[in-house]
T-cell receptor, first 114, second 114 residues
Framework: ETGVTQTPRHLVMGMTNKKSLKCEQH?????MYWYKQSAKKPLELMFV???????ENNSVPSRFSPECPNSSHLFLHLHTLQPEDSALYLC?????????????FGNGTRLTVT | AQSVTQLGSHVSVSEGALVLLRCNYS??????LFWYVQYPNQGLQLLLK??????LVKGINGFEAEFKKSETSFHLTKPSAHMSDAAEYFC????????????FGTGTSLTVIP
C-alpha cells in the first residue's frame, strides 16, 4: 500500500462519544499534519508533528488530542465534540528537512457530530 | 506573514475552453508554490509545484502554471477543459521563511459545462 491512508472514511458520533481517527503514511516522510476542512472555510491547520515532536498547535480545542507514536502513524483522539466540529479531517505528510517537499494528503475522514 | 489569494471562488468554463484559475501570494521572498486539486470526498492531490528554475511548470492532467515574480502570481491554466476537470483547486505557498508551514488559498470550484 502506498501514499497516505486514513480510517475510517466516514464517522458519525454523538457529543458524548470518544473516537479516534487514524492516519498512516507509507512515503518515508518525517512530518505529519492534521487539517480540518469545513464548508466555505479555508483549510485549517490543526497539528504538526515533525520528527515525532509536536511543533504547532494553533489553539485547537482540547477536545481534540493528537498522538504520533512514530513517523508513520498519526492519530486524532476525539471526545465531547460539538456539532460545529463536523467537517472533513485531512491527514498529510511531508519531508520536513526538505523545504521544497509538498504535502501528500490522505482522502480524509468525514466526521458528523450529532 | 504569508497569504494566498485565489480570485473567484467559482469558475465555469465550457468543455474544450481555456481554464484559467488565478492565484496571487504575498511574500517578502520568493516562496515555493503549489497547486492542488480536490475531487468530491477525496483529499488534496498535488497538480504541480514551483521551487526554483524554469518559471513555467507543467503538471498532471495537462495543467501548467507560470510563476511571475513581478506580479506575485502563480496562475493555473489548461488549454482545453475536460469534464473530468470539475473539482476544487487550491493554491498554496511554503518556504524557508514560513518555517516550512503551508498557507492555502480558499479554493476555486471549477465547473465544466458540456
Amino acid at each position: 500500500e502506498t501514499g497516505v491512508t486514513q480510517t475510517p472514511r466516514h464517522l458519525v458520533m454523538g457529543m458524548t462519544n470518544k473516537k479516534s481517527l487514524k492516519c498512516e503514511q507509507h512515503l518515508g516522510h518525517n512530518a505529519m499534519y492534521w487539517y480540518k476542512q469545513s464548508a466555505k472555510k479555508p483549510l485549517e491547520l490543526m497539528f504538526v508533528y515533525s520528527l515525532e515532536e509536536r511543533v504547532e498547535n494553533n489553539s485547537v480545542p482540547s477536545r481534540f488530542s493528537p498522538e504520533c507514536p512514530n513517523s508513520s502513524h498519526l492519530f486524532l483522539h476525539l471526545h465531547t465534540l460539538q456539532p460545529e466540529d463536523s467537517a472533513l479531517y485531512l491527514c498529510a505528510s511531508s519531508q520536513a528537512d526538505r523545504d521544497t517537499s509538498p504535502l501528500h494528503f490522505g482522502n480524509g475522514t468525514r466526521l458528523t457530530v450529532t | 506573514a504569508q497569504s494566498v489569494t485565489q480570485l473567484g471562488s467559482h469558475v465555469s468554463v465550457s468543455e474544450g475552453a481555456l481554464v484559467l484559475l488565478r492565484c496571487n501570494y504575498s511574500s517578502s521572498v520568493p516562496p515555493y508554490l503549489f497547486w492542488y486539486v480536490q475531487y468530491p470526498n477525496q483529499g488534496l492531490q498535488l497538480l504541480l509545484k514551483y521551487t526554483t528554475g524554469a518559471t513555467l511548470v507543467k503538471g498532471i492532467n495537462g495543467f501548467e502554471a507560470e510563476f511571475k515574480k513581478s506580479e506575485t502570481s502563480f496562475h493555473l491554466t489548461k488549454p482545453s477543459a475536460h469534464m473530468s476537470d470539475a473539482a476544487e483547486y487550491f493554491c498554496a505557498v511554503s518556504g524557508s521563511n514560513t518555517g516550512n508551514q503551508f498557507y492555502f488559498g480558499t479554493g476555486t470550484s471549477l465547473t465544466v459545462i458540456p
